[in-house]
């Protein structure tokens, strides 16, 4: 009955920026952690973001410095703005959310479908 839907991937010249974001729909009650995920070609999923419900945030190292997540918990949305992006950040990109649900009453993981980001060099 949840669903995270993702939208912002696309192509961009390396130096450029995006900005994913990542709706939470269905019988919400609220949103825990929230997360990034990218996972390139050959590669394994790897964590890029992760913010919690209080708002503290962690980064992977090589992306430490150049993107930032955020969330708004009115939007039940989380956001990751992606500066300085380099030819290795391409990759799909897939939001988490462990959220606690209302009908029925409960919490689960929820991911997204992801989004294809490409920097081109």
């Known amino acids: 009955q949840v669903q995270l839907v993702e939208s912002g991937g696309g192509l961009v010249q390396a130096g450029g920026s995006l900005r994913l974001s990542c709706a939470a729909s269905?019988?919400?009650?609220?949103?825990?952690?929230m997360s990034w995920y990218r996972q390139a070609p050959g590669k394994q999923r790897e964590l890029v973001a992760a913010i919690t419900s209080g708002g503290s945030t962690n980064y992977a190292d090589s992306v430490k410095g150049r993107f930032t997540i955020s969330r708004d918990n009115r939007k039940n949305t989380v956001y990751l703005k992606m500066n300085s992006l380099k030819p290795e950040d391409t990759a799909v990109y897939y939001c988490?959310?462990?959220?606690?649900?209302?009908?029925?009453?409960?919490?689960?993981?929820?991911w997204g479908q992801g989004t294809q980001v490409t920097v081109s060099s």
């Open positions: 269905g019988s919400i009650f609220s949103l825990n952690a």
């Open positions: 988490y959310a462990h959220i606690r649900t209302m009908k029925p009453l409960g919490t689960g993981d929820y």
